[in-house]
T-cell receptor, first 111, second 111 residues
Framework: DVKVTQSSRYLVKRTGEKVFLECVQD?????MFWYRQDPGLGLRLIYF???????EKGDIPEGYSVSREKKERFSLILESASTNQTSMYLC??????????FGQGTRLTVV | GNSVTQMEGPVTLSEEAFLTINCTYT??????LFWYVQYPGEGLQLLLK?????DKGSNKGFEATYRKETTSFHLEKGSVQVSDSAVYFC??????????FGTGTRLQVFP
């Protein structure tokens, strides 16, 4: 069974903390993505990566950075967490033939 | 720019009713089109896809036909079940690039 695994289902962090969200895929996919999901706004792309050490900004990259040191792992970093980053974060991967597979999501609360 | 527009929910139906969730798109070029489903507390799952005009994607009784002339990809099911209650997302991708999502449509099916 193909799998995208996010390291945490639920996280609570304090304002100003540096937060790491980890995502691992076992499908040897080239593309990996980080989205956030908020009520009424759907899914918004934060960052994506086409290959190891490559990254591209999505629609809402401010306040976030990413790291892709290995093909199977794509990390999202909140440099200094703020309350407006409270959200559901979804990681996905896809091959070049299209169609993405998603992780279970991480619900992050910043207090 | 490229975008996806879905009908607003919630869509509320009785079991065995016919379902249509409308989706239209705007794209520069020829996109691939997808429907994803998100059950409560879970990540997104690929439901079906179509990669060229007049293709019909189908899965689990759901169908959608890629209509280039109307730039639409409406989701249909002949007889819904309570277990189909979920949020449905229409999405597109160009050149196997990032997925662009609609805002999602919540479906509620009552016995």
């Amino acid at each position: 069974d193909v799998k995208v695994t996010q390291s945490s289902r639920y996280l609570v962090k304090r304002t100003g903390e540096k937060v790491f969200l980890e995502c691992v895929q076992d499908m040897d996919h080239e593309n990996m993505f980080w989205y956030r999901q908020d009520p009424g706004l759907g899914l918004r792309l934060i960052y994506f990566s086409y290959d190891v050490k490559m990254k591209e900004k999505g629609d809402i990259p401010e306040g976030y950075s990413v790291s892709r040191e290995k093909k199977e792992r794509f990390s999202l970093i909140l440099e200094s967490a703020s309350t407006n980053q409270t959200s559901m974060y979804l990681c996905a991967s896809s091959s070049r033939t299209g169609g993405a597979f998603f992780g279970q999501g991480t619900r992050l609360t910043v207090v | 720019g490229n975008s996806v527009t879905q009908m607003e929910g919630p869509v509320t139906l009785s079991e065995e009713a016919f379902l249509t969730i409308n989706c239209t798109y705007t794209a520069t070029g020829y996109p691939s089109l997808f429907w994803y489903v998100q059950y409560p507390g879970e990540g997104l799952q690929l439901l079906l896809k179509a990669t060229k005009a007049d293709d019909k994607g189908s899965n689990k009784g759901f169908e959608a036909t890629y209509r280039k002339e109307t730039t639409s990809f409406h989701l249909e099911k002949g007889s819904v079940q309570v277990s189909d209650s979920a949020v449905y997302f229409c999405a597109l991708t160009l050149n196997t690039d990032k997925l662009i999502f609609g805002t999602g449509t919540r479906l509620q099916v009552f016995p």
